[in-house]
């Protein structure tokens, strides 16, 4: 199943980062585009594909909550992590220089990581902010487009039949996404390479329970690679967990945590049955194999 | 100093939602227009403001690490805090109805947090990226475009001269972003009113320091509000602390945390003495006034 019979569920269009982050955790996958990050989960709930990507944070822009409800309300399983170097390229049909450019086109989220380079440039256009990175690359081939700019990557110029004006525009170097992929069924964890388990738990009230909560992980000498609180104030919040199917739950806040070690570890185990005794909601995410690609910026700072 | 006379400079034009946290922070202020973060700090290091306002985290986007490594970059210390909610609005010139519309422009965030009920609407739009949310008010109004409608506040239609054609039009109601205000001068913090105190640290290695950090904090029964790790791996920062100005510094992980002690408490004095003992690098951003406004959410979920 490791390769190429794997369905891969990603949001976007061929090009798109996300198929990228696919195509790293599967290689000679087929990926399969989707409009929505929804309709990626969908697509592995029902069978349509295998597995699905899905983006969760970013350097520069920090953890992508809106994703993290997404796992919430759906029962999937993390089964592996894709860390992606994200390098940004303008992109525009041949021939096209950057005096001709009245207007460049992307995602909202790749238009702002670029933003003081286009300025710098002395670029002189209006940005239009579309559904996606490699969207944009294909629009502009599609119409023929000889004032319009895309920002993408270098890949979805290949697969447009761009060129690349400007190779690597984003203001920060140092720009990398963590996607997560995920299954319909968690993978067996195993103890004979590195894994990592991501939980998410919340507590009602009490304001040491966060100390505990790290306590079994301390003494256990078991790292954490994340830990983030987030508010969650009079905010419903509809969970799926075992006990509790599509419950709105209140919490004053929600923790997220990734920590170094396989679910199969007894460490874990054991560490894991404390945490429950301190929480009121549990919920382990997935224990999968860590990225072990060293981390390389797409260039120094 | 708490009113008329403070000039505090914010991010975008006005009607934008920065403008509206400086004038919930100091009522009667005068706040004044920065086309970028980077501005504003400039705006109060070289005393042409007195305060700045920056939003540091979203209820859907997370924290925004950018606006840390500002405040980690520059010298300003953090003396307020302001939750805002977030209610975008449809505005267009009086007399345009949804059918004349063929665009739809704003800040590329606020374009994203609306992107499916733009879709719900039946709205026929291209969407395009523009600086801020009041400047694509502005814009529409400029340029008497008629099939054109910008997103941002009530106010900015006030502002402007536009209709609202749709109130509350984000995809999630439970929008809310936090702001914290700057100065030069740290605030003498108090405690005959509830204070928080937000810090940065960071350790070279060590898996337990986060546990021994929690702990300074659990044994003294201050809450945290916040905790937040960062991976950081080979990614220099250009930090500016008391005993190294700029010098550029490699962690692997730096932590963001506020916890609920004003710096005048002799409980949050001890707890950083030993929080500094653990750690290779902190720096207190700041101690202030917590918001107490209740959490109020545009509207139920």
């Known amino acids: 199943m490791h390769g190429s019979e794997l369905r891969v569920a990603y949001q976007g269009v061929p090009g798109a980062y996300s198929e990228a982050a ?16 929804e309709v990626a989960f969908q697509a592995v709930e029902l069978w349509i594909a295998d597995r699905a990507v899905l983006p ?3 350097s520069l822009g920090g953890s992508i909550h809106r994703n993290y409800d997404l796992l919430l309300r759906h029962r999937l399983h993390i089964v592996g992590e894709v860390q992606l170097p994200v390098h940004h390229c303008l992109l525009a ?31 002189n256009v209006t940005r239009e902010a579309v559904d996606d990175t490699a969207g944009a690359a294909e629009y502009v081939a599609a119409n023929n487009l000889r004032d319009t700019a895309a920002i993408a990557s270098a890949r979805a110029a290949e697969l447009y039949g761009l060129n690349i004006l400007v190779d690597g525009i984003q203001d920060d170097s140092s720009n990398v996404t963590r ?24 507590h009602e009230k009490g304001t040491s329970v966060l100390f505990k909560v790290l306590s079994a992980f301390a003494f256990r000498n078991i790292s954490l690679t994340k830990i983030e609180s987030r508010p969650h104030r009079n905010r419903p919040i509809r969970l799926v967990d075992d006990a509790n199917v599509g419950t709105a739950k209140h919490f004053e806040y929600i923790f997220y945590v990734d920590f170094e070690a396989s679910m199969a570890d007894v460490r874990a185990q054991n560490a894991l049955a404390e945490v429950q005794e ?12 860590m990225d072990m690609t060293p981390w390389c910026p797409s260039r120094g700072d």
Chains 1, 2 share one sequence.
Do not use: M, W
């Not at 041949?94 to 002395?122: D, F, M, W």
């Not at 301190?278 to 194999?289: A, K, W």
């Open 22 to 37: 696919a195509g790293k955790a599967y290689p000679n996958c087929e990926a399969i585009p989707c409009d929505q990050f």
């Open 56 to 58: 969760v944070e970013n």
């Open 93 to 123: 049909l041949p021939g096209v220089r950057k005096e001709y450019l009245t207007r460049v086109i992307s995602h909202a989220q790749a238009l702002s990581q670029c933003e003081n380079t286009i300025t710098k440039l002395g670029l």
């Open 179 to 202: 996607f997560v992929t995920l299954a319909r069924e968690p993978i067996i964890p195993r103890t004979d390479r590195p894994f990592k388990t991501s939980i998410v738990f919340a």
């Open 278 to 289: 301190f929480t009121s909601f549990l919920r382990v995410l997935g224990s999968y194999p």
